[in-house]
Nanobody, 127 residues
């Protein structure tokens, strides 16, 4: 059974940083692309950043790449999203999700293509 559990969210002041983590289990890490998405009130679900479990290649959307970065640990069972210089508009529920794919291909994966999702974690940025 695929299990994705997000952690590291919370309340932070504007300009602060957080490190979100996604503990992954129940699948072969190398066979999947792992992504972070967010869903803010009144907005659609937005893709943020993705990483290939096979080769570690990454893709982060242009608007966020100077503040957000994705990585995995050496054991390849946790995916992190480092978020810096947080802004109130970053307030959202953040989700990790996976899709079975050997390659990332230098581009994003839309939310509707993802196979499994975590339950999400709230990030609130105060001004």
């Amino acid at each position: 059974e695929v299990l994705l559990v997000e952690s590291g969210g919370g309340l932070v002041q504007a300009g602060g940083s957080l490190r979100l983590s996604c503990a992954a289990s129940g699948f072969t890490f190398d066979d999947y692309v792992i992504g972070w998405f967010r869903h803010a009130p009144g907005k659609g679900r937005e893709g943020v950043s993705w990483i290939s479990g096979r080769d570690g290649s990454t893709y982060t959307v242009d608007d966020l790449k100077d503040r957000f970065s994705i990585s995995t640990d050496d054991a390849k069972n946790t995916v992190h999203l480092q978020v810096n210089s947080l802004k109130p508009e970053d307030t959202a529920v953040y989700y990790c999700a996976v899709v079975r794919s050997w390659v990332l291909g230098g581009t994003f994966r839309p939310y509707y293509s993802m196979d499994y999702w975590g339950k999400g974690i709230q990030v609130t940025v105060s001004s």
